[in-house]
């Protein structure tokens, strides 16, 4: 098979050639950033957590528990950095329900928000 002959970065003004089309390594780096605090700042679902009425539920949740939850069913000792929905918002999860947060480590949470998404997207058979 024929190489593809190498092509200059698409970013407007970058004279770098990549084997590949697209961006140079820089500038990927830059366009990846961008498309993140885009997404941050119009995403209306995750513009939520930048409110002011989580920022103080968030830190009121934390202080009151300040252990990672799954960690201490596990006889484990970790200090908990993030506030996690128990039932997820979008599985109908109350957002501001004091009894619907918990405190955990991002190990924790990671572990847990990758399991809500696999089984978010397993489509049920018939």
């Not at 605090?37 to 409110?51: G, P, V």
Request: charged share 20%; proline share 5%.
């Amino acid at each position: 098979m024929a190489r593809r002959a190498p092509t200059p970065c698409r970013y407007r003004g970058c004279a770098a050639v990549v084997a590949q089309p697209g961006y140079c390594d820089h500038h990927q780096a830059m366009v990846h950033r961008d498309y993140g605090r885009a997404r941050r700042l119009f995403d209306t679902e995750l513009n939520f957590y930048q409110s002011t009425t989580w920022r103080r539920l968030r830190k009121l949740v934390l202080s009151e528990d300040p252990l990672c939850r799954i960690c201490s069913v596990l006889g484990r000792v970790s200090l908990a950095t993030v506030v996690d929905h128990v039932v997820p918002v979008k599985a109908g999860g109350a957002r501001f329900d004091m009894a619907n947060l918990q405190g955990l480590c991002v190990a924790c949470h990671n572990r847990k928000s990758a399991i809500e998404s696999a089984n978010a997207r397993q489509v049920p058979a018939f």
